[in-house]
């Protein structure tokens, strides 16, 4: 069973058709295959950040990432229930002091220009021990899905596209305050506003690869919204597809830029070899194309656990830049972990600390 969130809602999804699951080695050769099954039935569609990225960077890689299975959708009228692991205890990947040398040798670079915005991450883990039964938190656009290998539990607040006939739409979130200060320390900040337009510009970029010329726009700059404990900065950015969308349309715009930097390319590079694990799905994308009625929704994986094996993992981080103070990055990087804990536990900064 598939579960999706859009617009306040859940949907409810049946497989029913072969399920593909395939690396991006594989995806070359079975390119055509794919695009004719996305482009004649609805699909749920996941794909790694690790495939996005090796797509990128022409790498060859054996690694499976892309998720892809014709389904049934119908509308739920309450939040489904879940079956998952909850962690008591997480441990994060690397040290505050680690963290903070990494961000001053990006910060180097930045000095030096090779790039002016990027997103630094890392991983909490913890171990799987037990299940249990969990209401389905509302989010602006989770999902929950199983994949061969492991199960997905996404709490994401960031919608990466809205597909509506020949209209496009991408919402990036750069910019995170807890929901116990005020607003408008967020809304005033020339650093967050400095991502937001960084990215912003990014995306308008990646729209006009295969949007018509001149379409793409930006109708909301800068706004905030409230998302389970954190004020979040976000904009949007609209365009007219210049052909129907397909498959091929999506993986233009992956890896997303609200989870890379600029340039994208030298970015996605440099983080392969400073982050210390593969992000898997974390910052990957997952969602619905309905090829009939030419619509669809697709979610950024952050705010994600991955339940793989006998270990949660939950994938974190922020965007950088050269204003960046390296210890309230982290604080910021725990805080969104934090956020999304208490959505499951509903023990958000009590005694039982969720950290080691």
């Not at 399920?19 to 794909?47: C, G």
């Not at 505050?96 to 890392?122: H, P, W």
């Not at 509302?138 to 199960?151: E, R, V, Y």
């Not at 593969?278 to 950024?300: E, K, Q, T």
Request: contains cysteine.
């Amino acid at each position: 069973m598939i579960y999706f969130q859009d617009n306040n809602q859940f949907y409810k999804a049946y497989i029913s058709g072969k399920e593909i699951y395939v690396s991006p080695d594989e995806y070359k050769k079975l390119k055509t295959t794919l695009e004719k099954i996305f482009s004649s039935q609805t699909s749920f569609l996941a794909i790694s950040y690790d495939f996005a990225k090796s797509l990128l960077l022409n790498e060859s890689s054996n690694k499976k990432g892309l998720y892809l299975a014709p389904v049934q959708m119908s509308l739920m009228q309450e939040n489904p229930w879940l079956v998952f692991p909850v962690p008591k205890q997480c441990k994060p990947e690397l040290s505050k002091k680690e963290y903070v040398q990494n961000i001053v040798s990006i910060q180097r670079r930045m000095e030096a220009g090779d790039y002016y915005l990027c997103n630094y991450t890392f991983r909490l883990f913890a171990k799987a021990i037990g299940k249990k039964k969990i209401l389905f938190p509302k989010t602006d656009a989770g999902s929950f899905f199983s994949l061969p290998d492991a199960q997905v539990l996404s709490l994401s607040p960031e919608v990466f596209l809205r597909i509506q006939e020949n209209q496009i739409h991408t919402y990036p979130i750069k910019g995170s305050l807890s929901a116990d200060y005020n607003s408008n320390i967020l809304s005033n900040s020339m650093k967050e506003k400095a991502e937001q337009t960084m990215v912003t510009d990014l995306m308008r970029n990646d729209l006009g690869s295969i949007c018509q010329y001149g379409s793409v726009h930006v109708p909301i700059f800068c706004k905030i919204k409230k998302h389970h404990g954190l004020w979040q900065m976000y904009s949007k950015i609209t365009g007219t597809l210049q052909n129907p969308f397909t498959l091929g349309s999506l993986l233009k715009l992956l890896p997303a830029g609200s989870i890379t930097g600029t340039p994208k390319h030298e970015v996605v590079k440099q983080m392969d070899k400073l982050e210390r694990s593969n992000r898997d799905f974390y910052s990957g994308i997952a969602g619905f194309y309905n090829p009939l009625s030419r619509s669809g929704v697709f979610s950024i994986l952050i705010r994600t656990f991955i339940w793989k094996k006998n270990r949660i993992i939950f994938g974190t981080g922020s965007g950088i830049t050269l204003d960046s103070d390296p210890a309230k990055e982290y604080e910021e990087c725990l805080l969104k972990f934090e956020s999304a804990y208490s959505r499951l536990t509903q023990e958000y900064k009590t005694k039982d600390s969720p950290f080691l």
